[in-house]
């Protein structure tokens, strides 16, 4: 089960392993885009860990909102009211909740990947962030459905999005600034989809060491 | 290469530029809030206030248009990116009054979800807000699907029209009327001649070959296709206002507003060279140049070229344009 302090646990682990490759996500975000995805995710993950210490609510649903509004006031252009819509969305998900399971969990991912694309008309195959947040809340679900832990589960949909990262290498962009580089954006990954593959892969570290 | 630009601490150039701009308008604006920019001497509260949002790194745009004739307040965002829905939520409760608010919001993705998400929450706390996009830029060719095309330096002839119409204390419906008509009249093209460095990571923003441009650059210089080799400032001026003038479907007698905005390295001087050349490319169409105006007005750091835009303008829209303003970026006495 995932309670408040196991949520604080993936949250942080997720915030670190963003900023461990904050280089990494700005090199890659050069091709096309204007080179800050890396600092601004930075960024976002530091509001991110204020608002964690500064909830005293003890509430899944109130720390998942708070995190979502602290992210989206990241004033970096669409990756704060994305990530941050991310966040809010699951908030909704966890309403009346003390702790989730597997499936309370997937469900609130589902929410949060619902509440992304309210807010964008990006697809699959895009060459956006949802080239690896959908395989990984699919993953999370089929896991869930399979009777997985929390922790198969977590693995599975980390491992879905990191495969969705890389995959974004070979797609032509067609959102955002990298769009206008055309094929010339083919051969890199998506930097918001490295973003969700850290941030999954943060999640597992999180349940795993806080177990 | 290393940069060479005078800063000193990437994460805090937005607060520095934004502090020194205070310093330098300090009769016109201030700081208020979480680095919201203010009139110095507030509107009065019977009339519309207008708001706007977008990116740092484009000076004096947007925060420059702040100011009596024009802007109530600025939400500046990031370098190049967006505020977030916080502080433009914070800035409509700021601005919330019962002749009510005009958000002006740049085609651009982040603007638009920021304002989206900002103005969900208003509608929920019962402000009294309406938004408007500014779409203009033709280097995406189809009028039929707006959404995909980008908000340029044209934001700033919509502020400017609807800011006159607030202080002349016109509701907010008719405020939007005035602000949409102009708006889909309007259009706008780029033209690059060199990248610029982004300032905070020192990335290189858009190349373009020694002996060529690019017509249908975007705002950061995203490429839009369009490149071919250096022309005269004559026969540039030709192509650009000949493709807006063909978007507008101006025709002979037709009133244009013409801007030429530099975007960073091209001197006042190509400027008013190019304008010059656009003056000989509507005389030979019988369309009349109205008004006229070069300058800075919203730039991409160091890069040379310049957005051309044009407005079919009616006697609604030049009296409007001709209104007062006193702004540290625009003053029309």
Redesign the interface.
């Known amino acids: 089960m995932v309670d408040y302090n196991r949520l604080v646990a993936m949250v942080r682990a997720a915030a670190a392993q963003v900023r461990a490759n904050q280089e990494l996500l700005s090199k890659l975000d050069s091709h096309g885009g204007d080179g800050d995805h890396g600092t601004t995710m930075a960024r976002a993950m530091n509001c991110m860990e204020k608002a964690v210490e500064d909830d005293q609510s003890s509430s899944l649903q109130e720390l998942l909102r708070s995190i979502g509004w602290a992210v989206m006031g990241v004033d970096g252009g669409a990756t704060g009211p994305l990530f941050g819509t991310f966040f809010m969305s699951m908030a909704d998900a966890a309403a009346g909740k003390d702790a989730l399971d597997a499936n309370g969990l997937a469900a609130a991912f589902a929410a949060g990947l619902a509440g992304v694309q309210k807010r964008t008309r990006a697809q699959v195959g895009d060459k956006t962030m949802l080239d690896a947040l959908v395989p990984a809340v699919d993953a999370a679900q089929a896991a869930a459905d399979a009777g997985g832990s929390v922790k198969d589960m977590l693995r599975s949909a980390s491992e879905a999005a990191r495969d969705g990262a890389e995959r974004t290498k070979s797609l032509q962009a067609r959102f955002g600034r990298a769009k206008n580089i055309g094929e010339k954006s083919i051969g890199q990954p998506d930097a918001g989809a490295s973003s969700v593959s850290l941030i999954f892969q943060g999640f597992l570290e999180g349940v795993t060491t806080h177990a | 290469m290393p940069m060479k630009k005078f800063v000193n601490d ?2 805090n150039l ?1 607060n520095e530029l934004l502090a020194g701009f205070v310093l330098a308008n300090s009769g016109k604006v201030a700081l208020a809030g979480n680095n919201l920019v203010v009139r110095a001497h507030p509107k009065p509260a019977n009339k519309v206030a207008v708001v706007t949002l977008g ?1 740092s790194g484009h000076e004096p745009a947007l925060s420059g248009y702040v100011g009596e004739g024009m802007l109530d307040i600025s939400v500046p ?11 433009v939520f914070e800035a409509l409760k700021l601005a919330n009054r019962k002749a009510g608010v005009l958000l002006v919001v740049l085609n ?4 638009v ?2 304002a ?2 900002a103005m969900e929450m208003a509608e929920k706390e019962g402000l009294n807000v309406k938004q408007v996009l500014t779409h203009e830029d033709i280097s995406v060719p189809s009028r039929q699907d707006p959404k995909n095309r980008r908000g340029l330096v044209g934001c700033l002839p919509v502020i400017k029209v609807a800011g006159a119409a607030a202080e002349q204390g016109k509701p907010l419906d008719e405020c939007i009327a005035i602000a949409e008509r102009l708006e889909r009249n309007m259009a706008t093209l780029a033209v690059a001649v060199t990248g610029a460095t ?1 300032p ?4 290189i ?1 858009a190349e373009v070959p020694e002996t060529d441009m690019i017509v249908g650059m ?1 705002q ?1 210089g ?3 296709g369009g490149q071919q080799s250096l022309k005269s400032a004559d026969e540039t001026a030709k192509i650009m206002i000949d493709a807006l003038c063909n978007d507008l479907g101006a025709k002979s007698g037709d009133d244009l507003l013409v801007m030429i905005n530099g975007v960073g390295s091209t001197t006042l001087m190509e400027q008013y060279v190019v304008l010059g050349g656009v003056k000989k490319a509507l005389d030979a169409k019988g369309i009349k140049l109205a008004r006229a105006i070069a300058g800075e007005f919203l730039t991409v750091q160091e890069m040379g070229g310049f957005q051309m835009f044009a407005a079919k303008m009616d006697d609604e829209l030049l009296a409007l344009w001709d209104a007062p303003c006193n702004t540290p970026a625009l003053v029309v006495k």
């Open positions: 990437p994460d937005v990116g965002g990031e370098i190049f990116a967006a505020p977030g829905p916080p502080r651009h993705e982040g603007d979800m920021t989206n998400i982004h905070s990571t020192g990335g923003i975007g950061h995203e490429a839009g």
